[in-house]
């Protein structure tokens, strides 16, 4: 009878602490160097709910298609000089081209924009926002507003002529970001990959275009109706996830993130890490073209890989970013692509042995 009840105990102990109150922090954030692969489950799933102690059982989320990121340091990507404040670039593998800059620091972790980048052109796109602010706890909240981009519309006319409207020389239009988070659920999530002690952050996107308008070189707002008139959208677009944080540094990323719309329960959109991140050998994001080790360019029937790289995984994406083939390599291979649709496609081999990626666009043509 005392064994028994000292089991009950124990278990009930396990139970409470497996459902305690966290706090997540920037030390709970895995550093550099580390590959993150993610699932999405494309199934209608209702949204988990708020509160404390709750039990999110995601167990039966199922992987319709994946994806994986790698994290490394920002002064090693490409364009970092573009976002000074970065310390972290995220690169994903079927996206190779095109980098997001985070900073990470005491306070926060912050997005600041992406950068692409190809043989010819480039380009970097400056979008500010806070991923999360530190320490998250249970009711804790931020919100964040910022300008994304200005740019002037030339107009040149009258657009009512002889109405009580001036002539407008120029539109200035400044695409605007508000972002409100809210930590409003803490407890314990289940998902293929474990349980976890578990925050539940509600974030709302809303972005807002706005315009000035420059009438004999005097700024004033545009009257009612003439934004219509020049076709210029008054469009408030909104967006909405739901993320899960832990304070599992091993995991370091969010466990899974639900999108939907506004107002609505349930989605078929949701995010979920798939495994533990691991570890990857690389030192930079740099990027090797390996047109002299694919051909024929364009391909019919097969595409010779030359034994470039001793071992490593080799990948095909299509033009939409969709990875349509995947396997694992040692030397040179043979890739028949009869069976694929005419277009464009993305090769890309990672090495195992270094963690570079070689990457080469080619053409099937039948």
């Known amino acids: 009878m005392k064994n028994n009840k000292l089991l009950f105990i124990l278990t009930a102990t396990c139970i409470i602490s497996a459902k305690a109150q966290i706090t997540i ?86 997005s600041y924009g992406g950068y692409s980048f190809d043989s010819t052109d480039s380009e970097a796109s400056h979008f500010e926002s806070r991923i999360l602010t530190f320490p998250s706890t249970y009711m804790t909240a931020f919100s ?10 030339m107009v040149g006319y009258d657009p009512d002529t002889a109405g009580p409207w001036p002539f407008v020389d120029s539109i200035v239009i400044t695409d605007k970001m508000e972002e409100k988070s809210e930590i409003n659920g803490w407890g314990l999530i289940r998902t293929p990959l474990g349980d976890f002690p578990a925050l539940r952050q509600d974030v709302l996107y809303r972005f807002i275009p706005t315009y000035k308008m420059f009438s004999n070189g005097v700024a004033s707002d545009p009257p009612s109706g003439m934004l219509n008139r020049l076709n210029l959208s008054t469009w408030i677009d909104s967006g909405f996830h739901i993320s899960f944080w832990t304070n599992d540094s091993a995991s370091g990323m969010p466990l899974v993130t639900f999108y939907h719309n506004a107002g609505d329960d349930s989605t078929e959109d949701v995010e979920w890490l798939a495994s533990a991140p691991r570890a990857v050998g690389i030192k930079s994001t740099s990027f090797v073209r390996m047109q002299d080790f694919v051909y024929p360019n364009p391909a019919d029937d097969n595409i010779y ?62």
Not at 56 to 84: E, M, T
Not at 336 to 355: E, H, R
């Open 305 to 366: 890989i030359h034994p470039f790289a001793a071992k490593g995984t080799l990948s095909m994406y299509d033009m939409s970013g969709r990875r349509v083939m995947q396997q694992e390599i040692e030397g040179g291979i043979i890739l028949p692509v009869s069976g694929y649709p005419q277009g464009a496609y993305t090769i890309q081999l990672v090495d195992s042995v270094s963690g570079k990626i070689t990457l080469q666009k080619v053409l099937i043509a039948h």
């Open 144 to 153: 964040y507003s910022g300008t994304l981009r200005s740019y002037p519309r």
């Open 25 to 110: 922090n920037k030390n709970h954030f895995t550093p550099t160097g580390r590959s993150f692969l993610y699932a999405y489950d494309n199934s209608l799933r209702a949204l988990p709910s708020k509160g404390p102690n709750q039990v999110w059982d995601l167990r039966d989320l199922v992987n319709d298609d994946s994806d994986s990121f790698r994290i490394g340091k920002a002064s090693n990507c490409p364009g970092h000089a573009h976002f000074p404040y970065a310390n972290l670039g995220k690169v994903w593998y079927s996206e190779p081209n095109e980098i997001d800059f985070w900073g990470l620091t005491d306070t926060a972790l912050i």
